[in-house]
């Protein structure tokens, strides 16, 4: 009955990732799309500080991203601890995890390969970087279309710097969302912590 249980919670959850992964892509899908629009308006209508304005989708979307992905490495890490131990031929997030502790581990060895293939890897394949890609275009467009009839002094400068710190700060979000992995090893050790605590009290009652 246990594992009838077990199987039924595991199904379930599972079901939640797919939704939340569904959720996340139409997410940055409408956040292209929306910026896109934007910038092609600011470029027809020819408005500098409308190059600014897609900011306001593209952070928001991106925290909206990211608290997601936090929820997923919790529920992806309680499936390990409380379900996947006992269900033979379910352990798709446990091997999933030793895989990323495998790589982390071989790092240590072959320190200049790893950071090459790395390296390689973010420039070929978009991983979480689609809102920060968004992000630095926008900037580079405003700064573009603002230098262009400008003559070079230092007031020209201060309006350069004020919307740089959206840039950065989309670069911390897009940071965290590359670290998912690790947070997710995290949440496996305070999953165990309560797992032994209800273990213990079980013993207790007995």
Not at 158 to 174: H, M, R, S, T
Not at 181 to 206: A, C, F, G, S, V
Request: with cysteine.
């Amino acid at each position: 009955m246990k594992t009838e249980q077990q199987i039924n919670e595991y199904a379930n959850l599972r079901g939640e990732i797919s939704q939340r992964m569904t959720r996340n892509n139409n997410l940055i899908t409408f956040t292209i799309t929306t910026t896109v629009a934007i910038l092609s308006f600011a470029i027809k209508e020819n408005l500098t500080i409308l190059f600014l304005l897609p900011f306001c989708i593209i952070i928001p979307m991106s925290m909206r991203i990211a608290y997601s992905r936090s929820s997923l490495s919790k529920i992806s890490s309680y499936m390990i601890v409380f379900l996947e131990e006992d269900l033979d031929g379910m352990q798709w997030e446990t091997r999933n995890i030793l895989l990323f502790e495998n790589k982390r581990k071989e790092k240590h060895k072959h320190k200049l390969i790893d950071k090459c293939t790395s390296f390689i890897s973010k420039i070929t394949i978009l991983r979480y970087y689609d809102c920060l890609i968004l992000s630095i275009s926008c900037y580079f467009l405003y700064v573009y279309d603002y230098l262009k009839d400008k003559e070079i002094s230092a007031n020209i400068f201060i309006p350069i710097l004020i919307p740089l710190p959206l840039v950065l700060w989309e670069i911390l979000i897009a940071k965290r969302m590359n670290t998912m992995e690790k947070e997710k090893l995290h949440w496996i050790d305070t999953w165990n912590t309560i797992k032994k605590q209800e273990l213990e009290k079980n013993i207790i009652k007995h």
